[in-house]
């Protein structure tokens, strides 16, 4: 018989997913779409904005999970992960990729939302990539359960460096700082090991 989980356990109902998700700022969206913008690097047959629909919608039919005292962004961007690899697999599972388009060498840049054409040559093999996907998951992590050191870490996975990663993560200076640092305490041993290799 399964034992009914203590209060602070219990998924958040529709109704407080919701009044979150509804209390997010215009930057909290506006982060939200560039995580969805990451989440959907790759994809061919989902755009940022149907990941993040996607997302949302899984979320508020209450198909994910949402603990209790996670922040909304945290959330999205794992749940956004989460169905990003479902699509991902669904695309790697199918006989054809229909979306891919051979790359001549003479074509101009692809429109945006479009994605970009498949070179014949794959410069990285599957070593690399599956190199690639261990080392940010075990960076996410190292990170795990610090809120704001996740978000300092998406701000960075981003591109955002400085003032404009402090703005991303909607922290203020001293927090920023705070979580910064905590980040760079945790990569560190994780930094040595990679240099004995």
């Known amino acids: ?29 506006a982060r939200a779409e560039s995580l969805a913008r990451v989440a959907a690097y790759g994809l061919t047959d989902m ?10 919608v899984d979320l508020l ?18 749940a956004m992960h989460s169905v990003a690899s479902n699509a991902q697999k669904r695309v790697e599972n199918a006989p054809i990729d ?19 054409p498949v070179h014949a040559v794959q410069r990285l093999g ?3 990539t599956v190199e690639g996907r261990q080392q940010l998951a075990a960076i996410e992590q190292l ?30 200076a001293k927090q920023f700082d705070a979580a910064r640092q905590r980040l760079l305490r945790k990569l560190k041993p994780a930094a040595a090991a990679r240099k004995l290799k």
Do not use: F, I, N
Request: aromatic letters at 4%.
């Open 143 to 172: 990170v795990k359960g610090d809120d704001q050191a996740e978000l300092v870490l998406m701000a960075w996975a981003m591109g955002y460096s400085g003032a404009e990663a402090r703005q991303e993560t909607g922290l203020d």
């Open 47 to 56: 755009t940022p904005e149907d990941l993040l629909q996607e997302t949302l």
């Open 61 to 78: 039919g209450e198909d994910r999970t949402w603990r209790r005292g996670v922040h909304p962004l945290v959330t999205l961007k794992v």
């Open 98 to 116: 229909q979306y891919a388009v051979v790359s001549t060498g003479e074509e101009e840049a692809p429109e945006e939302g479009r994605p970009a």
């Open 1 to 29: 018989m399964e034992q009914p989980k203590p209060p602070d356990e219990e998924p958040l109902s529709k109704a407080e997913r919701e009044a979150l998700l509804g209390a997010m700022s215009p930057g909290d969206w």
């Open 126 to 128: 599957p070593q690399d």
